[in-house]
């Protein structure tokens, strides 16, 4: 079956493109050419990616990626004439994987498809039971095969990527990690989390969520100059 990939974006020029240049990828590719219809094929068809620009005519791209990213697992690519930094750390901060502005070179476009597929394709390991289902690591139950975290019975609503960042954690516990160590295994070295803070924010994001007291995180600790460690 093919992998399919939803684009959103009002200029039909560019949905055109993007088509063709998937199709010869032997990608199936939805097109929408708004967020609202963006939103309802996301939501029916839980597509492999979506690239999504920013400059829709109903709803801006930010929220579409703030909701999509709430409701689904999915990598999301920006495709944007914005190339402001704001713009970038926000859509990032919501959670999108990548962001590209346009104009942009075809083969750019589809080796960066690619890559963010592959990076989706891949699961992080983590400290499982005989079953390989659950995890318990401090005062978290983990539930690999529904992608849930537990304290004390209660659901923490993490975002797919705090549950990725935690899972990375546990896996490399006990190690020192660079920022850069970080970025690169989780994203992939061309991602543009290297130069943003977004990385951190994400880390704040999950330390208030699993941490028994957040001002004085005891599980993810910061190194100062360096990066962060988990405990063992």
Not at 4 to 19: A, G, M, N, P, Y
Not at 125 to 147: C, K, L, Q, W
Request: with cysteine; charged share 30%; net charge negative.
């Amino acid at each position: 079956m093919s992998t399919t990939i939803l684009v959103i974006d009002d200029d039909q020029e560019i949905l055109d493109i993007l088509k063709l240049l998937l199709n010869l990828e032997k990608y199936n590719v939805l097109t929408a050419p708004n967020g609202m219809t963006g939103l309802s094929l996301a939501r029916e068809n839980n597509p492999a990616m979506i690239i999504l620009d920013l400059n829709l005519p109903d709803i801006d791209g930010q929220q579409i990626c703030k909701i999509i990213r709430s409701e689904l697992d999915v990598p999301i690519l920006i495709l944007s004439a914005r190339d402001n930094v704001s713009d970038k750390v926000v859509c990032l901060e919501y959670g999108a994987d990548d962001y590209m502005t346009k104009p942009f070179e075809n083969i750019e476009l589809i080796a960066r498809v690619k890559a963010i597929l592959r990076r989706a394709e891949k699961t992080v390991p983590a400290y499982e039971d005989e079953n390989g289902e659950n995890t318990v690591f401090h005062h978290m139950n983990i539930d690999r095969s529904n992608r849930q975290v537990f304290i004390k019975g209660d659901k923490v609503n993490l975002t797919p990527k705090e549950y990725d960042i935690l899972l990375y954690f546990i896996e490399k516990a006990g190690q020192v990690l660079s920022r850069d160590t970080i970025v690169n295994d989780i994203w992939g070295k061309n991602s543009i989390y290297s130069w943003s803070r977004s990385l951190d924010v994400h880390i704040k994001n999950l330390r208030q969520k699993v941490e028994i007291n957040p001002k004085n995180p005891d599980i993810i600790k910061t190194v100062s100059g360096v990066g962060y460690k988990i405990r063992k």
